[in-house]
């Protein structure tokens, strides 16, 4: 059972160093989305793929982020110029787009700018 | 606004001593209301789809309700392994891919 993988788990960069990070879907979802999540809160929505095409992106999501699904299977999340606000951990989730769209967490990445 | 609301924040409880979390929400049009469960430093794990009002799902001593304006977790004979962050997020209808969480509630449960 390969659950969602997210790498790495943890990051620490500086202030103004580019991150990227990359999360593997299971494997028969269709659907890959992007949160955040900062401590003491629930996740909040960044962006969301169905196959290659970026369908929906959150206001929170500057002009610093950007995300790619090149393929329709991995996911890139990258982070231009990073902010000492950028530290959080980044989730990422898939679904299979059925009745409900159960979305189905990985691990995490824990992002530190210093 | 789609929004919600979690309460209470911060539950102690003794291990058996039964109790519920509230989920209160406002969504133009429910698709689904889940519930997470999320341990510290992990991602959140799945346990509940509510579709509609009057729905109840059922795992183990996890017991989840719906009505048209909230959502109760009930937690039955509670263990400190049922020590966690409950998350409930709400899919509003239309074409939109996002969950809207709430805040959390974190359950401690002693022995």
């Known amino acids: 059972d390969t659950g969602v993988s997210q790498d790495p788990r943890h990051k620490i960069t500086k202030r103004g160093q580019n991150v990227t990070f990359r999360c593997d879907p299971i494997s028969e979802h269709n659907r890959l989305y992007w949160y955040r999540q900062t401590l003491g809160q629930g996740p909040e929505f960044l962006t969301y793929?169905?196959?290659?095409?970026?369908?929906?992106k959150s206001r929170l999501l500057s002009n610093r982020f950007s995300a790619e699904r090149p393929k329709g299977s991995f996911s890139t999340l990258e982070i231009q110029r990073t902010e000492q606000g950028d530290s959080a951990m980044y989730l990422c989730a898939s679904s299979s787009g059925s009745r409900g769209d159960t979305q189905y967490f990985g691990p995490g990445t824990r992002l530190t700018v210093l | 606004e789609d929004q919600v609301t979690q309460s209470p924040e911060a539950l102690r409880l003794q291990e058996g001593e039964s109790s519920s979390l509230n989920c209160s929400y406002t969504v133009s049009g429910l698709r689904g209301l889940f519930w997470y469960r999320q341990d510290p430093g992990k991602g959140p794990e799945f346990l509940f789809t509510l579709y509609s009002a009057g729905e109840e799902k059922e795992k183990e001593r996890l017991k989840a309700t719906l009505t048209k304006k909230e959502s109760f977790l009930h937690i039955t004979a509670p263990k400190p392994e049922d020590s966690a962050t409950y998350l409930c997020a709400v899919q509003a209808a239309g074409n939109t891919g996002k969950l809207i969480f709430g805040q959390g509630t974190t359950l401690q449960v002693k022995p």
């Open positions: 793929f169905q196959n290659e095409a970026q369908l929906e």
